[in-house]
């Protein structure tokens, strides 16, 4: 075993109902936090908001080989309201080359056949030479979350209610994880969260 079996944090409140089905999912799964564990936050566990630990790293075990560091940063108003950033470092050898048409944005299913996700390399053709990223606005704070989509919500949490952490797989994590992603992307397009970064290099 190549990665530390404990972990320290300094989050002192009770595990509530749904840090209880995390790791419950997290043991199911057999992945584990790198929080506490590795990187400058080794054997410290900073918290990450009022005074708690729940923005976190989960990572499968053999992952843990390609961490070379983890570090939960200072508060940041510009990046959240409340959260402070968490940082992880990975270096891996890359094998696998995976072609990505921006102008059709499709990726081939059978192109990421017989490739491991920690051995891809995605590179990018078309005509855009720039990066869109994300940036939080506090001004526009109000018009995101008026388009945060009520029904989708109650769709993902009845989903959420639905999962077994005992018996469950990845599919139905990954699932569950890009709706929550496509309701948060949503809300940011409509308040004007996103923006084009050129970037010549890429």
């Known amino acids: 075993m190549w990665y530390p079996v404990l972990r320290q944090?300094?989050?002192?409140?009770?595990?509530?109902?749904?840090?209880?089905?995390?790791?419950?999912?997290c043991r199911s799964l057999e992945l584990f936090f790198v929080n506490g564990r590795l990187g400058n936050d080794k054997d410290i566990g900073l918290t990450t908001c009022n005074n708690s630990v729940i923005d976190y790293a989960i990572v499968s075990p053999n992952l843990f080989r390609s961490i070379v560091d983890f570090n939960v940063l200072i508060f940041d108003p510009?990046?959240?309201?409340?959260?402070?950033?968490?940082?992880?470092?990975?270096?891996?050898?890359?094998?696998?080359?995976?072609?990505?048409?921006?102008?059709n944005s499709y990726v081939n299913d059978n192109?990421?056949?017989?490739?491991?996700?920690?051995?891809?390399?995605?590179?990018?053709?078309?005509?855009?030479?720039?990066?869109?990223?994300?940036?939080?606005?506090?001004?526009?704070?109000?018009v995101f979350t008026e388009n945060l989509d009520d029904t989708s919500i109650d769709e993902l949490l009845n989903k959420l209610?639905?999962?077994?952490?005992?018996?469950?797989?990845?599919?139905?994590?990954?699932?569950?994880?890009?709706?929550?992603?496509?309701?948060?992307?949503?809300?940011?397009?409509?308040?004007?969260?996103?923006?084009k970064i050129n970037d010549k290099k890429c």
């Open 161 to 195: 209610e639905d999962i077994d952490p005992q018996n469950t797989d990845n599919v139905t994590v990954n699932n569950v994880v890009n709706d929550c992603v496509n309701i948060i992307r949503n809300a940011a397009e409509q308040a004007n969260m996103f923006v």
């Open 9 to 25: 944090s300094q989050d002192k409140h009770k595990v509530d109902k749904y840090g209880k089905k995390l790791l419950e999912l």
């Open 111 to 142: 192109d990421m056949d017989n490739t491991n996700d920690s051995n891809i390399v995605i590179t990018l053709h078309g005509e855009s030479e720039s990066i869109v990223k994300p940036i939080w606005a506090r001004d526009r704070a109000p």
């Open 78 to 103: 510009i990046l959240s309201d409340i959260h402070k950033p968490i940082c992880l470092h990975l270096c891996t050898n890359l094998t696998c080359v995976v072609d990505v048409d921006l102008n």
